[in-house]
């Protein structure tokens, strides 16, 4: 019975794996945004450069539309609940369930589940995934080191998509053998979303407001490690919408795409499965052009962002250019064998 039930399995598998999973996509052509925002204001980013001993200030927004540093942490009310555990009310909590929902770790059933600052059954379930998640101790409890990695800026994708961990399911059948033995497993994922085969010169748009060429150099600059990496896309920019596969944003707060940014600091970026091609930069973080203290590095983020563009999703290696997230003040450019071998595997190269 039981192997009957895994013959059904691996035959649906199959017949998923022979769906195309843009077949019934168009092409890509659609307006940057819903009516509701077609008039959106972007913003120009705040952004220094490392390039010379004194950082160099790029562009600096004016008063009125630099909000960088005035505003409080998006991630900091998770300070406050340190120590807490299940069966426990405290203040914040209601906060901590937004956060693990918008991350794909919490989803109530009733629309008001997660409106209250009760720490039930599921938020614990929750909280010891995402420890799994990131290779910390599964306690369940708000613990000093879930709470410094959750309070961490990160990428606005989330880690478990429609119910699916994208960052555990490579590890299934896998058994570790101790310590000193070489394990091989994968710990990349990727969804089934990918760009079809004979798509591999892609064209990637500025938004025009984007005028700063170190800005777009950054930009080049990540989309170019991931062609001499994969050694299957190129890319190139196009100064034509129409003709674009992908799209390069800065937006402030609700953009129209469901997932609004938050000020400085938590959500940095965040970008799209193929074939939609849209990745977005938080305007109100501070950018720089390299590594310089309390400043986010551009391309750093641009390389990561590539790589849900082209499929992949979230690591739990924390060397690996898709882990989620990342610090202040450092540069992050280099892939790791985690990313080469996902990117590999997905395309099968
Ligand atoms: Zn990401
Ligand atoms: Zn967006």
Same mark, same amino acid.
């Given at each position: 019975m039981a192997q009957h039930f895994k013959l059904i399995s691996c035959i649906s598998l199959f017949l998923l794996l022979l769906v195309p999973s843009n077949a019934e996509?168009?092409?890509?052509?659609?307006?940057?945004?819903?009516?509701?925002?077609?008039?959106?204001?972007?913003? *120009?980013? $705040?952004?220094?450069? /490392? #390039? =010379? +001993? &004194?950082? *160099?200030? $790029?562009?600096?927004? /004016? #008063? =009125? +539309? &630099?909000?960088?540093?005035?505003?409080?942490?998006?991630?900091?009310?998770?300070?406050?609940?340190?120590?807490?555990?299940?069966?426990?009310?405290?203040?914040?909590?209601?906060?901590?369930?937004?956060?693990?929902?918008?991350?794909g770790y919490l989803n109530y059933k009733?629309?008001?589940?997660?409106?209250?600052?009760?720490?039930?059954e599921m938020?614990e379930a929750a909280?010891k995934t995402y420890?799994a998640n990131?290779?910390?101790?599964i306690?369940?409890?708000?613990?000093?080191?879930?709470?410094?990695?959750?309070?961490?800026?990160?990428?606005?994708?989330p880690d478990i998509i429609n119910g699916t961990n994208s960052m555990t399911k490579k590890h299934e059948g896998h058994q570790h053998h101790?310590?000193?033995?070489?394990h091989i497993v994968a710990h990349y994922s990727y969804g089934s979303y990918k760009?079809?085969?004979?798509?591999?010169?892609?064209?990637?748009?500025?938004?025009?407001?984007?005028?700063?060429?170190?800005?777009?150099?950054?930009?080049?600059?990540?989309?170019?490690?991931?062609?001499?990496?994969?050694?299957?896309?190129?890319?190139?920019?196009?100064?034509?919408?129409?003709?674009?596969?992908?799209?390069?944003?800065?937006?402030?707060?609700?953009?129209?795409?469901?997932?609004?940014?938050?000020?400085?600091?938590?959500?940095?970026?965040?970008?799209?499965f193929?074939?939609?091609?849209?990745?977005?930069?938080?305007?109100?973080?501070?950018?720089?052009?390299?590594?310089?203290?309390?400043?986010?590095?551009?391309?750093?983020?641009?390389?990561?962002?590539?790589?849900?563009?082209?499929g992949?999703g979230h690591?739990t290696?924390?060397?690996?250019?898709?882990?989620?997230?990342?610090?202040?003040?450092?540069?992050?450019?280099?892939?790791?064998?985690?990313?080469?071998r996902g990117?590999?595997a997905l395309?099968n190269?």
């Amino acid at each position: 019975m039981a192997q009957h039930f895994k013959l059904i399995s691996c035959i649906s598998l199959f017949l998923l794996l022979l769906v195309p999973s843009n077949a019934e996509k168009p092409t890509h052509k659609k307006p940057l945004l819903p009516s509701k925002y077609e008039n959106l204001e972007i913003k *120009k980013p $705040l952004i220094v450069s /490392s #390039n =010379s +001993e &004194n950082p *160099k200030l $790029l562009h600096a927004p /004016s #008063n =009125s +539309e &630099n909000l960088a540093t005035k505003k409080p942490q998006p991630f900091g009310f998770l300070n406050h609940l340190k120590g807490g555990k299940k069966g426990e009310n405290l203040a914040g909590i209601r906060e901590l369930k937004k956060y693990l929902n918008k991350f794909g770790y919490l989803n109530y059933k009733s629309i008001n589940g997660h409106d209250n600052d009760h720490f039930d059954e599921m938020l614990e379930a929750a909280v010891k995934t995402y420890q799994a998640n990131y290779n910390l101790k599964i306690t369940g409890i708000l613990d000093s080191e879930t709470i410094s990695k959750m309070v961490m800026p990160r990428c606005g994708f989330p880690d478990i998509i429609n119910g699916t961990n994208s960052m555990t399911k490579k590890h299934e059948g896998h058994q570790h053998h101790g310590s000193n033995k070489l394990h091989i497993v994968a710990h990349y994922s990727y969804g089934s979303y990918k760009w079809p085969a004979g798509k591999t010169h892609l064209y990637y748009w500025f938004e025009t407001h984007i005028t700063y060429s170190s800005i777009k150099r950054a930009v080049a600059r990540a989309f170019n490690r991931w062609a001499s990496y994969t050694q299957h896309f190129t890319f190139e920019e196009t100064l034509d919408y129409q003709s674009s596969d992908l799209t390069v944003t800065y937006y402030r707060g609700d953009h129209g795409d469901g997932s609004a940014f938050d000020g400085p600091g938590g959500v940095l970026a965040h970008a799209f499965f193929p074939t939609d091609g849209r990745l977005h930069f938080d305007v109100d973080e501070r950018w720089s052009i390299g590594a310089i203290p309390n400043y986010v590095d551009l391309e750093s983020v641009a390389v990561h962002e590539i790589g849900h563009l082209l499929g992949l999703g979230h690591s739990t290696v924390p060397d690996a250019i898709m882990y989620p997230s990342i610090s202040y003040g450092v540069v992050k450019t280099n892939f790791h064998a985690d990313d080469v071998r996902g990117i590999k595997a997905l395309y099968n190269i």
